[in-house]
Structures are given as C-alpha cells and as structure tokens.
C-alpha cells in the first residue's frame, strides 16, 4: 500500500467498490432455449431487462450470466439500451416497441422487470413469461415465448394491460423487439403485386431503419408479405451461414423495423403496423399482440426452412400432416360462363382426369344482379337461378354420381355495391360516408369489426354446408384492400374509429374460429386474389394457400422457391392451367413440387396430353406422401443456374422425389454439365432411380434400373439431364435392399 499515493488509492478502491456493487447486485439471467439455440435476457443494475445473446446455445445455461461483461452497449448517455420491449417517453432515444398515452395525457412509459415463470406444456413445448411493469402508472407487459424446443421455433408476442382510471391509448404495440450483434445483417425480404408475388432482395442493413410494411388492411400481403430472412456477419447460402427466418402472424397491417443502432448492433420490431391505428385501452382489459414466430440455424437457410416446415405441419397448419385433395377448378375453363350441363360435364371430365374432387368457382350465385361478371353479385350469397335452376344440391348430386368431390368458391367478406346486400346494408360496408367510394376490382369489404356482419360471413359458410354437407372443400377468396377505412359500427358505438384496421382482423378470426368449431376439417384454400394474403394466423384455419394468380409454369418456379422457405409443400396450391403455352409436362411437373391440382379445359387435351395427365396423377398420388411430408432440400437455386432442382425425402429417408426445371431458352444444349449432389438421403442406403411423367412416346435419357448409394447420389450427385428438349425432369428414388 505504501507503493500508491493517496489519491491512487482511492481510485482504486473507487474501482473496486463500483465493480464489487455491480457484483453484487442479483442480475436475473432468463434464457430461453431450443434445442440449437439459445435467446438469453438479462436485467440491469435499473432492474431493466435487456437482451444479451441470440445465436447458438451453450452447453453450459448458467455461463449466459457472465455476457454483460463482454458488452458495453448500455451508455447511460446514448439512450440506447437493448430492451426487450423498448418504452417510449423516458430514457429511450430509439423506435419503441410500446408508445402510450396515459389516462391523464402523460406519453411517458418505463418497463421494469417484476418476474417470470416458465410453463411447461409438454416433453417439447414450453412457453416463459416475462412480467414486466411502470414504477409510475399501473401498466404492465406481458412477454411471452413459447418454445418449440425440437423444431427450433419461437412464437413470440406480448399483452398489454392497465389499471388505470380512465382509457389509455396504445399508439404503438410491438409483438416482438428483438435485438441482434454481428458484424454485419444481410436482409433478404420480398416485395411485389398481383401476378408477381415474392419477388426477394436482398439488402445490406445500413445505418438508420429499413422498415418492411402494409396499410392495405384486407389482401395486407399484395405488395409486401411479414416474411425474411436476416443473415448475420455474411449473407447465408443453402447449407451455410447464421439465418433468423421470421413471420409476423396477422392477416392485417403489419409493421418491421431494422434499426441499426450506433453500436451496429441491430434492433428488429415487429407488430401490426400503428398507422392509423391508435387503440383505447379500457382498464383491466388485455390488448395481446399477434405472434411473431421465427426460427434460427447456423448451417443455412435450407435448415432454418425445414424447422419452419416442421413446426408449421406439426403445430400451426390446419391439418397440417394430412392428407391433401387433388382438383379440378372451372376458373380459367370457363370464368363466369357456365350453366349445369356444362358443370356436370366438367365433373365427368374431371374423373376422367382422375382428380379427387370439382372446385366450382365464382360466378354461381346473385339473381336480382347475377354475378356474371366481377361488377356485379358479390354478397348475394343464393344460387343464381338461370345458371344453377337446381341449386347447389343437385351438382353436389350429379358430381357424387360422377364419382368426384365437390368444392365451392366464396368470397364472404366483399360487397359490389351492384348487389342486393349493398341495397340493403350500406351501414355494413367500410367506405367514408362523405367521400366517393374508392374501388378495387369493383367491390368494397364489409365491415368485420361489426359482430352483425361476422354473422353474415359465418353464416355464408355455414348455409352452404347445412343444405349441402357433402362439400367438401370451401376456397375463400379475398379481392379488395381498404379505401376510406370508416366503420359505421364502430361510430354507432362510440368506439375510434383507429380500432377499424385492427377489428378487422380480430372479426375475421372470430368468424373463422367459429366456422371450424362447427366444421373442424373441411380443407379450405386460403386466396386473396391470387397470393395477396398467406400467414401463419391465418393458416390456423387453412389448410392450404393460392400462391399467385400467374401460373405460367416459369414464374411459378421461382415463386415457388421463394414461398417454400417459409410455408411446407402441402400448403402450397399449384395449378395447371392454360395461362402459358408451354406444354403440359413442364407445367404439371411444376406443380408437383406442391399441392397439385387443374384449372385447364380437360375436352382441350391432346390423346397423349391426356394419357400423360392421368399417369402423372398416379405418379402423384405415390409420391404426395414424400412432398407434403418429408424434409425439402433445394440443390440448384433457379437465380444462380440456368435450372432449378429440389428434392423431397421422407423421414426414413428409403423415398425421395427430385424435381428439375429449365428456366432459360437461351441455346440448345445440356444445361445440368455437372451431376447434381443430392442431400437428405442415408448415405448407407441404395437407391433405386427411376424417371417419372414420362411423356408417352418418349425416352427416358436415365438408365433404366440405376441403383446408386446414398453416399454416391450425395457426394457425386446424380445429372438429371437438363436440356431443351428434356426441359422438366421428375426422377423417383426408392430404396432397394
Ligand atoms: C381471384 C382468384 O385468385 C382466382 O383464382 C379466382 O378465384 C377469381 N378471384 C374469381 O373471381
């Protein structure tokens, strides 16, 4: 001691006091794992909670407590901090996920911890909550993440509830605020519109926020769906790189942010988007955020997507490891033009085809203003009397004798104001009484956020199956956003109307909610005018989504590739239609990759066009198993190739299917040079390959009876033998003992 001076000294034990205070003050670490990963929490010497790791979990959970130290990222001065649900009003210099107005017009908000439990659900289920509250007012968030430990999913959202003495305002109400630290963030996000869904790009996050959004309230996806995946240090390929693969579940609004803090660390907010949407918060009443669900690998996007597919079959699709029905829809056979003989030709045509069910499409109902076109009819949900003299009892008769299914399209949430509903409810139809109406492909949305028109909705599904409880399939359609969003409900009742957006949402789910209390299984097709809507909270109730109004095969793959990062095969309507020339193996060999199905004149096809067709769907029926269930890997990216190749293989991995597709015309030639390595099989099984939808009087260019190894079909690959005249390849691998 003598060594120091004095003043040295007490440096010193200033130092050792400071660090011995932070020592000692009980940090709460809250760690919330996967099976491969971990999200850790940590509070702070203020008892905020903050987040100190996202990434690979640790073989040992109580080394998360030492992290803290290794950051220094929460500078008192800066107004940074990494919250995990970031007030507005108080210390906070950056985008909150949470802005109120008090009861008593004060903005300010601060969020400290209280507690948290975690629940068990079941061996891999479990779901944390994380309690947090203001020292000042009485408001509280509730954090929830609920764990799907082998699939290594997060579904993640909060509640917001108040005792105050009046209503609060919730100006902003994030599901999720995570917050991430590399070197570098790499988004690859989607933008697009009708006929052009899923188009990706991928952006280098810079400084400042990027925001991914839509205020179209109904078909909310057309422009911009709630899907990405963030890259950390490097943009993440197939089989390699650190990828967060996230989705916001909300059929409505939605709002993301990427703000890139000065620390480089980056802080992600996701909700439905507070546009317009101001809410009142009555006291003791729960506002719960939609969920936002994401998943995390280390080895590349193909890993993450397969933990997406996992866990969405498993937990979130309806009937989501079933089994799916092949179709033939009238749409594009004859748009609005039909009558019975034509349909109940249209039925026998279809089993002739040796598809399992009819889908009749728009255009059957409206007498006074007969649908017969898109102007007119919408909400006139009674047969039209001209077109179906015998309602829809007798096609469901006469499609039963021609031994097929029957299906029927709907669009229950949309108004002509050519209609007899409009006639009669104009106080049912969101539109700005003092303004002109504004329309989008003819027609208005009702106004779910009224409990009459959620009747009205429910009961359009409801009568249909009550007369006829044969249908057996139901494709509910959605082709409006909103214009001149006002409710004559929510004004009636002295409600905001800010609540619209988002009571919007909310009816629709009650109805749909409703629906599948009475009609748990009927498989139903999620459209909104081609892809405009698909997520996860709607797919609840789904079984199955229209991935885009464009089936031309080409466009299709690369949508396709694009949506199958995010959403399982058997979820994934694909047609084959008349919308593009190319012949009919390119385009069924492509819809193949998903849930296959026909939107095509049947009379039209060729002898062979016939024969092939009928072969494909036996095919298809062998092999459904493998594409809606088994594990997808992709092995060509059709961005980076002159072909795309994917392949499904089964979780014994003794079948696998692999698809290939010629996506240029440039010059004649082999365009697979290289054999394709093939991933997912048992590298100690043999395999025998064998080349399927072979057009009728055509050869194969794979050898007949080719048995190779795993190890060799993974290592060496396999050359689908991509030309332009062998434009599509579909080659079925079994095991052989
Ligand atoms: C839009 C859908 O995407 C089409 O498949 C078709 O059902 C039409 N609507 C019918 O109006």
Not at 28 to 49: C, G, H, M, W, Y
Not at 365 to 380: C, E, H, I, T
Not at 427 to 432: G, L, S
Request: with cysteine.
């Amino acid at each position: 001691m003598s060594n120091y001076s004095p003043k040295t000294f007490y440096v010193i034990l200033g130092i050792f006091f400071i660090s011995f205070g932070i020592n000692a003050q009980k940090l709460i670490t809250i760690p919330i794992e996967t099976s491969q990963n971990a999200l850790v929490f940590q509070t702070d010497k203020d008892n905020r909670l903050g987040t100190v790791f996202f990434g690979k979990k640790l073989a040992q959970s109580s080394d998360y407590g030492f992290i803290t130290k290794e950051y220094k990222i929460n500078d008192e001065n800066s107004g940074i901090f990494n919250s995990v649900y970031t007030p507005s009003g108080t210390w906070n210099m950056v985008e909150p996920a949470i802005e109120v107005k008090h009861a008593d017009g004060n903005s300010s908000l601060e969020l400290k911890y209280v507690s948290h439990e975690v629940k068990k659900i079941d061996d891999n289920v479990s779901e944390t909550v994380i309690v947090l509250k203001d020292p000042v007012y009485a408001l509280e968030v509730r954090l929830f993440y609920k764990v799907y430990y082998k699939e290594n999913v997060i579904e993640q959202w909060s509640v917001i509830k108040h005792q105050e003495a009046k209503n609060i305002t919730l100006q902003k109400y994030a599901s999720a605020n995570l917050y991430f630290m590399a070197d570098d963030y790499y988004l690859n996000h989607y933008h697009g519109g009708w006929a052009k869904e899923m188009k990706p790009e991928e952006t280098k996050l810079t400084a400042g926020i990027k925001t991914l959004d839509s205020k179209l309230g109904t078909r909310a996806n057309l422009f911009q769906p709630p899907t990405f995946m963030l890259s950390f240090d490097k943009p993440a390929t197939e089989d390699a790189g650190k990828v967060l693969l996230g989705t916001l579940a909300w059929s409505g609004n939605f709002k993301i942010d990427f703000e890139l803090d000065t620390y480089h660390n980056l802080r992600l907010l996701a909700g439905i988007n507070s546009h317009a949407s101001e809410y009142s918060l009555a006291s003791n009443q729960d506002f719960k955020t939609p969920s936002f669900i994401f998943t995390f690998s280390e080895n590349g996007k193909g890993e993450a997507s397969r933990n997406m597919h996992n866990w969405a079959r498993k937990y979130r699709i309806l009937d989501g490891e079933g089994s799916r029905l092949t179709l033939l829809n009238n749409w594009e056979a004859t748009y609005f033009d039909f009558d019975e003989p034509k349909l109940t030709k249209l039925f026998k045509d279809g089993k002739k085809l040796g598809v399992d069910m009819f889908l009749l499409d728009d255009g059957w109902f409206a007498n006074k203003y007969p649908r017969n076109g898109d102007a007119a009819g919408l909400g006139d949900w009674q047969e039209n009397r001209k077109k179906l003299p015998n309602g829809i009892g007798y096609l469901v008769k006469e499609a039963t004798k021609a031994g097929i299914k029957f299906g029927i399209w709907v669009e229950p949430e949309m108004v002509n104001p050519k209609s007899e509903l409009y006639e009669k409810h104009l106080d049912w139809v969101i539109r700005e009484p003092q303004r002109p109406e504004h329309y989008f492909r003819n027609q208005l949305p009702l106004d779910l956020s009224n409990p009459e028109v959620q009747d009205f909705v429910y009961g359009v599904i409801d009568n249909l199956f009550t007369k006829n409880p044969e249908i057996a399939f139901i494709k509910w359609d959605c082709n409006a956003v909103v214009y001149n969003a006002h409710s004559a409900y929510l004004e009636k009742k002295g409600l905001p109307q800010t609540h619209l957006y988002v009571e919007y949402v909310r009816g629709l789910y009650k109805v749909l909610e409703k629906i599948r209390a009475k009609y748990p299984k009927v498989p139903m097709m999620l459209c909104s005018g081609g892809g405009g809507r698909v997520d996860y909270e709607a797919l609840k109730y789904f079984t199955e989504f229209w991935v885009s109004d464009n089936t031309d095969p080409l466009e299709r793959v690369f949508m396709q590739w694009e949506y199958s990062y995010f959403y399982p095969a058997i979820a994934q309507c694909n047609h084959i239609t008349d919308w593009s020339k190319v012949g009919i193996k390119y385009r069924t060999d492509v819809a193949m990759m998903g849930k296959m199905g026909y939107d095509i004149v049947v009379s039209h096809l060729s002898e062979k066009e016939l024969e092939f067709s009928q072969q494909a769907l036996a095919n298809y029926k062998r092999i459904s198993d493998v594409v809606w269930h088994g594990d997808l890997y992709r092995l060509k990216n059709p961005w980076e190739n002159p072909y795309a190749s994917l392949m499904f293989s089964n979780a014994t991995q003794d079948h696998a299917v692999m698809f290939s597709y010629l996506t240029t015309n440039r010059y004649d030639g082999v365009y697979s040079v290289t054999p394709v390595k093939l991933k997912g099989l048992d590298p100690k099984k043999k395999y025998k390959i064998q080349e399927i939808n072979v057009y009728p009087d055509t050869k194969s260019s794979i050898a007949k009876d080719l048995v190779y190894s795993g190890d060799y079909l993974m290592t060496i690959g396999l050359n689908p033998n991509i030309t332009l005249r062998r434009t599509s390849v579909v080659l079925e691998l079994t095991e052989v003992k």
